[in-house]
C-alpha cells in the first residue's frame, strides 16, 4: 500500500528525483522518430501535436504503435525507477515529474503534447488494475466514437474512481490530479468536440 508522501524525505532529494524523471519524461518521442523515419516535423502534421494520435496521420501505423508504446514507458519506467530508489513516495514524484515532462519539455520549449499515452504508463505502474481499467475505457470509447480525444477524456476521468476501489487515496488523488490537467490540455479538443469539428481517428487532416 501506498501512503501519503512523507516530507521528512529531504528537499533536494525530492527535487532532484522529479527533474530526473521530467527529463526522462520531456524526451520527444513522436517527434524523433517521425524525423528518424524521413517524414519530417510531426509538429507540421495534422494537429501538430507529438503524441501517437497524430503521428497516425502521417499513414505509418507502426510509428504510431512505438510512441504509443515509448510514451507510456517513459512514464512507467518513471515510476518503477522511483519506487526502487526512494520506495512509494517518490514513484509518486516520479509520475508527476514524468508527465510534467512531457506536457512542458525543455527541448520544445516548453510546448509538448498532452500526456494521454505518458498519464496511463504512470497509472499502469503505480496500479496495474487502474491502468488497466482506464486503458480499457480508451479502448471502448475510441471503437464507438472513433475520437482519439474523447477517449482519453473519458479514461482520465474515470481513473480517480477506478484508483479509488483498486488502490488508496494517495493514488486516487494523483489521478485526480491527472485527469484535471490532462482536460485542461485538451480544451482545443473540448471545443471542437462540442461544434462536431474534432478529427476522428485515422484522419489525416
Same mark, same amino acid.
Not at 78 to 100: E, K, M, R, T, Y
Given at each position: 500500500?501506498?501512503?501519503?508522501?512523507? /516530507?521528512a524525505?529531504?528537499?533536494?532529494?525530492i527535487? %532532484?528525483?522529479?527533474?530526473?524523471a521530467?527529463?526522462?519524461?520531456?524526451?520527444?518521442?513522436?517527434?524523433?522518430? %517521425?524525423?528518424?523515419? =524521413?517524414?519530417?516535423?510531426?509538429?507540421?502534421? =495534422?494537429?501538430?501535436?507529438?503524441?501517437?494520435?497524430?503521428?497516425?496521420?502521417?499513414?505509418n501505423?507502426?510509428?504510431?504503435?512505438?510512441?504509443l508504446?515509448?510514451?507510456?514507458g517513459? =512514464?512507467?519506467?518513471?515510476?518503477? +525507477?522511483? /519506487?526502487?530508489?526512494?520506495?512509494?513516495?517518490?514513484? +509518486?514524484?516520479?509520475?508527476?515529474?514524468?508527465?510534467?515532462?512531457?506536457?512542458?519539455?525543455? /527541448?520544445?520549449?516548453?510546448?509538448? =503534447?498532452?500526456?494521454?499515452? %505518458?498519464?496511463?504508463?504512470?497509472?499502469?505502474?503505480?496500479?496495474?488494475?487502474v491502468?488497466?481499467a482506464?486503458?480499457? %475505457?480508451? +479502448?471502448?470509447?475510441?471503437?464507438?466514437?472513433r475520437?482519439?480525444?474523447?477517449a482519453?477524456?473519458?479514461?482520465?476521468?474515470?481513473?480517480?474512481?477506478?484508483?479509488?476501489?483498486?488502490?488508496?487515496?494517495?493514488?486516487?488523488?494523483?489521478?485526480?490530479?491527472?485527469?484535471?490537467?490532462?482536460?485542461?490540455?485538451?480544451?482545443?479538443?473540448?471545443?471542437?468536440?462540442?461544434?462536431g469539428?474534432?478529427?476522428?481517428?485515422?484522419?489525416?487532416?
Amino acid at each position: 500500500m501506498i501512503y501519503p508522501i512523507n /516530507w521528512a524525505h529531504s528537499w533536494p532529494y525530492i527535487a %532532484t528525483a522529479f527533474f530526473a524523471a521530467y527529463l526522462l519524461g520531456s524526451i520527444p518521442f513522436g517527434l524523433l522518430l %517521425t524525423r528518424i523515419a =524521413g517524414l519530417g516535423d510531426i509538429r507540421g502534421i =495534422g494537429s501538430g501535436n507529438i503524441g501517437a494520435t497524430n503521428v497516425l496521420r502521417t499513414g505509418n501505423k507502426a510509428l504510431a504503435a512505438a510512441t504509443l508504446l515509448l510514451d507510456g514507458g517513459k =512514464g512507467a519506467l518513471a515510476v518503477l +525507477i522511483g /519506487w526502487q530508489v526512494g520506495g512509494p513516495d517518490i514513484a +509518486i514524484v516520479g509520475a508527476g515529474g514524468s508527465v510534467f515532462g512531457h506536457l512542458f519539455p525543455v /527541448w520544445l520549449k516548453f510546448r509538448g =503534447g498532452k500526456g494521454v499515452a %505518458t498519464g496511463l504508463g504512470v497509472l499502469l505502474a503505480l496500479s496495474w488494475p487502474v491502468g488497466v481499467a482506464s486503458c480499457v %475505457t480508451w +479502448i471502448v470509447t475510441a471503437a464507438i466514437s472513433r475520437f482519439s480525444s474523447l477517449a482519453a477524456l473519458m479514461a482520465l476521468a474515470a481513473a480517480p474512481a477506478y484508483a479509488w476501489y483498486f488502490a488508496d487515496p494517495q493514488r486516487t488523488e494523483f489521478a485526480a490530479m491527472l485527469a484535471i490537467i490532462i482536460w485542461l490540455k485538451h480544451g482545443g479538443n473540448i471545443k471542437r468536440l462540442l461544434t462536431g469539428t474534432e478529427s476522428r481517428i485515422g484522419k489525416k487532416s
